[in-house]
């Protein structure tokens, strides 16, 4: 019985030092996005804008501002760092695709790029049709 005392006491202080170890661990990840502090409201609404125009580059469809990922953590306070420095949405843009690449635009430049990468599916699947139609007219001619 005896042995038992010990051995429920030797558990529940090895969980007590778990949990203490967890939570110290827990609370050091601290991000200083959270306390951010902006020399104006305007200035607070303008990097809140951008980086909700600004897509994680890490999570599935997510601005910056609902990501939760550390990545998007990085980003957002490099943005609000950015725009506290007075650069303007282009400037924080320009390096935020010069770092991350067009990805993190939701709405990405008009280039040669973009063109093909639009464009080149879309003409092959008009000479699919045309060729299709082109058998069809054919083979409806064959048979008369």
Same mark, same amino acid.
């Given at each position: 019985?005896?042995?038992?005392?010990?051995?429920?006491?030797?558990?529940?202080?090895?969980?007590?030092?778990?949990?203490?170890v967890f939570?110290?661990?827990?609370?050091?990840?601290?991000?200083?996005?959270?306390?951010?502090?902006?020399?104006?409201?305007? /200035?607070?609404?303008?990097? %809140?804008y951008l +980086?909700?125009?600004?897509?994680? $580059?890490?999570?599935?469809?997510?601005?910056? =501002?609902?990501?939760n990922?550390?990545?998007?953590?990085?980003?957002?306070?490099?943005?609000?760092?950015?725009?506290?420095?007075?650069?303007?949405?282009?400037?924080?843009?320009?390096?935020?695709?010069?770092?991350?690449?067009?990805?993190?635009?939701? /709405?990405?430049?008009?280039? %040669?790029?973009? +063109?093909?990468?639009?464009?080149? $599916?879309?003409?092959?699947?008009?000479?699919? =049709?045309?060729?299709?139609?082109?058998?069809?007219?054919?083979?409806?001619?064959?048979?008369?």
């Amino acid at each position: 019985m005896r042995a038992l005392w010990h051995l429920t006491v030797l558990l529940v202080l090895s969980l007590g030092c778990l949990s203490a170890v967890f939570a110290a661990g827990y609370q050091a990840i601290s991000h200083p996005v959270d306390l951010f502090e902006f020399d104006s409201v305007a /200035q607070q609404k303008q990097a %809140i804008y951008l +980086a909700k125009t600004l897509r994680c $580059p890490m999570c599935q469809n997510q601005n910056l =501002i609902e990501s939760n990922s550390a990545v998007a953590k990085d980003i957002r306070l490099r943005v609000f760092e950015l725009i506290k420095t007075g650069k303007s949405d282009d400037e924080v843009k320009e390096y935020m695709v010069a770092r991350y690449g067009e990805h993190v635009l939701y /709405q990405p430049s008009f280039s %040669i790029k973009n +063109a093909m990468l639009w464009g080149i $599916p879309i003409l092959l699947g008009l000479l699919m =049709i045309g060729f299709g139609i082109g058998d069809i007219k054919r083979s409806i001619r064959d048979i008369v």
